[in-house]
């Protein structure tokens, strides 16, 4: 099942929001609001890029970052 693009990219900009407002009331480096939302983005730029190939054939000129700590994972 494809998803529409659109309501793909409202759920990014939702993530990118909830991101938002989540720094801004950080309680400290390792705050598990902020980490959540970090996740939320990554997860929800997946599925619109995802969505926007299957509609369209086109990406974005962009790219989920990984710690170095994923990368290793993934050599093992």
């Known amino acids: 099942m ?5 309501v793909a990219l409202e759920a990014l900009q939702a993530a990118l929001t909830e991101h938002l407002v989540a720094a801004q009331n950080s309680r400290g480096e390792d705050d598990p609001t902020v980490e ?9 730029f997946e599925a619109y890029e995802d969505a926007l190939y299957d509609a369209t054939g086109e990406v974005t000129p962009l790219d989920v970052f990984e710690d170095d700590e ?7």
């Not at 959540?36 to 929800?44: L, N, P, W």
């Not at 994923?70 to 093992?76: G, P, R, V, Y």
């Open 36 to 44: 959540a939302a970090f996740f939320s983005i990554a997860d929800a």
């Open 70 to 76: 994923d990368e290793d994972l993934d050599d093992d």
């Open 2 to 6: 494809s998803t529409d693009p659109r």
